[in-house]
Structure formats: structure tokens, C-alpha cells
């Protein structure tokens, strides 16, 4: 918008965005970060799961997308509007942070002592929902790179391990072509 002021977002002490190896964008340690550190608050605007639903109907999308977070039972965080660096903090397998919900608000939490210009990655724990298919965990693939990295952002319950072990077996077929 011409001759609109811009809003000027004060810079995180702690945090600092790169491009990332794992995915697009990522968020960094610009210092050393001791565990326990409340790094920041997952902001954006606070809409109900019929309005996220009309967003973002994973269906129509060739990627699914990572801004939405389920702050509870009825209503989501959608950080695409109004959201700050946090954003762009990527799911882990082996995470260095933490999600808290609370009351209202969602924090990011240093879950260990981290090192400046590590990036920085949490468990987005994506709900499995009945009947999800190992192409549903590919749609939702990790590749983290992290020795733990189950192939999916989804967390996957034990009764249903055997979607993992088919999951990694195509990802080594794949990679073997
Ligand atoms: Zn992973």
C-alpha cells in the first residue's frame, strides 16, 4: 500500500530467520538459548474450525499448510494473518522446543539448551484421524533429517506402527531410484 506506515514487528532476541535446510524458511538461535527459555508467542488471528476448515481444505491444496494451530476444541490460530517469526519455526522429530497452550495463548519454549545458529523445530503432533492411509502420512511427510524422524508430522499411534515401517520402506525405494 503506498504511503501506508508499516508496522515495524521489534526484532526477537532470541530467534532470527534463515532459509532453512529442512524446509523453506526456518527459525534460528541467534544466541545461545538456555533450556526453559520462553522464546516467543505463536500469534495470529483467533478464528473457529468451520472459518479454518473454508481456508484450508487440505483436499484443494497441493501443499498442506503449517500456520494453522488448534488452540483448542473450537477454535484455531491462524498465524497466515497477523502471525510473527514463530511462523516459520519448523515441525521436528527430535525437537529442541516446545508448544504450550496457555489459557488463550500459545508459547514456544526452549525444551534444552541450544546453541546459537541451530534451528529451531517442535512436535507439531497433526491429530491421526481414523482411517488415514500411508499416502495421508506422505502428504504430511517430515523430512527433518533428524536420526529419529518417523517420515510424517503426524503423530502416529502405536497401533498403527506398521503405517510407519511401510512409510520408510517406500522413502528408501524412492531413494534407491
Ligand atoms: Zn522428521
Given at each position: 500500500?503506498?504511503?501506508?506506515?508499516?508496522?515495524?514487528?521489534?526484532?526477537?532476541?532470541?530467534?532470527?530467520?534463515?532459509?532453512?535446510?529442512?524446509?523453506?524458511?526456518?527459525?534460528?538461535?541467534?544466541?545461545?538459548?538456555?533450556?526453559?527459555?520462553?522464546?516467543?508467542?505463536?500469534?495470529?488471528?483467533?478464528?473457529g474450525?468451520?472459518?479454518?476448515?473454508?481456508?484450508?481444505?487440505?483436499?484443494?491444496?497441493?501443499?498442506?499448510?503449517?500456520?494453522?494451530?488448534i488452540?483448542?476444541?473450537?477454535?484455531?490460530?491462524?498465524?497466515?494473518?497477523?502471525?510473527?517469526?514463530?511462523?516459520?519455526?519448523?515441525?521436528?522429530?527430535d525437537?529442541?522446543?516446545?508448544?504450550?497452550?496457555?489459557?488463550?495463548?500459545?508459547?514456544?519454549?526452549?525444551?534444552?539448551?541450544?546453541?546459537?545458529?541451530?534451528?529451531?523445530?517442535?512436535?507439531?503432533?497433526?491429530?491421526?484421524?481414523?482411517?488415514?492411509?500411508?499416502?495421508?502420512?506422505?502428504?504430511?511427510?517430515?523430512?527433518?533429517?533428524s536420526?529419529?524422524?518417523?517420515?510424517?508430522?503426524?503423530?502416529?499411534?502405536?497401533?498403527?506402527?506398521?503405517?510407519?515401517?511401510?512409510?520408510?520402506?517406500?522413502?528408501?525405494?524412492?531413494?534407491?531410484?
Amino acid at each position: 500500500m503506498a504511503g501506508a506506515a508499516r508496522k515495524r514487528t521489534p526484532r526477537n532476541r532470541w530467534l532470527v530467520l534463515r532459509r532453512s535446510k529442512i524446509h523453506g524458511r526456518g527459525v534460528y538461535a541467534r544466541t545461545d538459548i538456555p533450556k526453559g527459555t520462553r522464546l516467543i508467542e505463536y500469534t495470529g488471528e483467533r478464528i473457529g474450525n468451520a472459518e479454518a476448515d473454508r481456508r484450508y481444505e487440505d483436499d484443494k491444496m497441493r501443499q498442506h499448510h503449517t500456520f494453522l494451530f488448534i488452540l483448542n476444541s473450537r477454535t484455531c490460530v491462524d498465524a497466515a494473518v497477523g502471525g510473527n517469526i514463530s511462523r516459520f519455526i519448523n515441525h521436528s522429530c527430535d525437537p529442541n522446543c516446545v508448544a504450550w497452550i496457555e489459557g488463550q495463548h500459545i508459547w514456544i519454549e526452549a525444551l534444552r539448551d541450544i546453541k546459537a545458529g541451530d534451528e529451531l523445530g517442535y512436535e507439531y503432533e497433526y491429530d491421526f484421524l481414523p482411517g488415514y492411509t500411508v499416502e495421508d502420512l506422505e502428504f504430511y511427510g517430515c523430512d527433518c533429517g533428524s536420526r529419529k524422524c518417523r517420515g510424517t508430522i503426524v503423530d502416529v499411534p502405536r497401533s498403527q506402527r506398521h503405517l510407519l515401517r511401510e512409510l520408510k520402506r517406500r522413502k528408501r525405494a524412492r531413494a534407491r531410484t
